[in-house]
Nanobody, 122 residues
Framework: QVQLVESGGGLVQPGGSLRLSCAAS??????????LAWYRQAPGKQREWVAT???????AHADSVKGRFTISRVTANNTMYLQMNSLKPEDTAVYYC??????????????WGQGTQVTVSS
């Protein structure tokens, strides 16, 4: 199966920057399509979609982070990144990476990392 591990979180001042990484290991057979995404969740709040990168390299970002965050991937080492600039206190959350796979024989499956804490505070 697949294992996802996030890293790069920490404490940063408002206006600062962080880069999150999501490293994937393992393998899945008979995959026809896949997508990677970042989500975040603050205590007492619902999990929120942040950004997605598709198989063809297309990206999408939530309005709340558009222009500040950038999702990217390096397929050679199975790593996905979230570059976060101009951070705001409301960006404080646990950030999770997610892999979605699609198989014509097995259907769709989601795989989640354990999360990494991002705290934006003076």
């Amino acid at each position: 199966q697949v294992q996802l591990v996030e890293s790069g979180g920490g404490l940063v001042q408002p206006g600062g920057s962080l880069r999150l990484s999501c490293a994937a290991s393992g393998s899945i057979l008979d995959i026809d399509n896949m997508a990677l995404a970042w989500y975040r969740q603050a205590p007492g709040k619902q999990r929120e979609w942040v950004a997605t990168i598709g198989s063809g390299g297309s990206t999408a970002h939530a309005d709340s982070v558009k222009g500040r965050f950038t999702i990217s991937r390096v397929t050679a080492n199975n790593t996905m990144y979230l570059q976060m600039n101009s951070l705001k206190p409301e960006d404080t959350a646990v950030y999770y990476c997610k892999l979605t796979t699609h198989s014509r024989h097995r259907g769709s499956s989601d795989y989640w990392g354990q999360g990494t804490q991002v705290t934006v505070s003076s």
